[in-house]
T-cell receptor, first 113, second 113 residues
Framework: AQSVTQPDIHITVSEGASLELRCNYS??????LFWYVQSPGQGLQLLLK??????LVQGIKGFEAEFKRSQSSFNLRKPSVHWSDAAEYFC???????????FGSGTRLQVQP | NAGVTQTPKFQVLKTGQSMTLQCAQD?????MYWYRQDPGMGLRLIYY???????DKGEVPNGYNVSRLNKREFSLRLESAAPSQTSVYFC????????????FGSGTQLSVL
């Protein structure tokens, strides 16, 4: 069975600092990988996705993620965090041939002024 | 653009009561999904409908039923609500095919007393 692990439940960074959110997955083949963001009281919004090809993918709002097969990881990064980035971030995996996503438990990001 | 609309936004039930959560999308998407979100557990798939006329179980289908009424609407029914079903429920849709972006509704907060 596939699974997604986000080791950090809560992260606090200062505005302007860099950010890296960790995501590890377990799946026998190369999965489709996603990062979603959820602002308070809202549904989820797609930040970026990886299907194949270039292992560094660019997303919206200045986010990027790097797929590392050897580490089974898909970490999300941003060079300079803005106060509006405070939200909960979810990594997700989709098996090839399936439409349904498996989500990690999420990482809540707090941004200090 | 309405996108994915869920009703109601909030609901309180007593144990044993039944209710239906409604979801409609106006994007002509083929696939629709119901997820529940619980603290520390991320989102878990309850049921999904890959296309009109089909439904499939997700990770946590027990205690729920679904109906894909037409291409636009996908409802989730709790026949006999239990406190363990207290959660935030999200409906989502996607165009078609594997790996397509999910569009989420804003959620229904359900409490079962």
């Amino acid at each position: 069975a596939q699974s997604v692990t986000q080791p950090d439940i809560h992260i606090t960074v200062s505005e302007g600092a860099s950010l890296e959110l960790r995501c590890n997955y377990s799946y026998g083949a190369t999965p489709y990988l996603f990062w979603y963001v959820q602002s308070p009281g809202q549904g989820l919004q797609l930040l970026l996705k990886y299907f194949s090809g270039d292992t560094l993918v660019q997303g919206i709002k200045g986010f990027e993620a790097e797929f590392k097969r050897s580490q089974s990881s898909f970490n999300l990064r941003k060079p300079s965090v803005h106060w509006s980035d405070a939200a909960e971030y979810f990594c997700a995996l989709m098996r090839g041939g399936r439409r349904a996503l498996t989500f990690g438990s999420g990482t809540r990001l707090q941004v200090q002024p | 653009n309405a996108g994915v609309t869920q009703t109601p936004k909030f609901q309180v039930l007593k144990t044993g009561q039944s209710m239906t959560l409604q979801c409609a999308q106006d994007m002509n998407h083929n696939s629709m999904y119901w997820y529940r979100q619980d603290p520390g557990m991320g989102l878990r798939l309850i049921y999904y409908s890959a296309s009109e006329g089909t439904t499939d179980k997700g990770e946590v289908p027990n205690g729920y039923n679904v109906s894909r009424l037409n291409k636009r609407e996908f409802s989730l029914r709790l026949e006999s609500a239990a406190p363990s079903q207290t959660s935030v429920y999200f409906c989502a849709s996607s165009p078609t095919g594997v790996g397509e972006k999910l569009f989420f509704g804003s959620g229904t907060q359900l409490s079962v007393l």
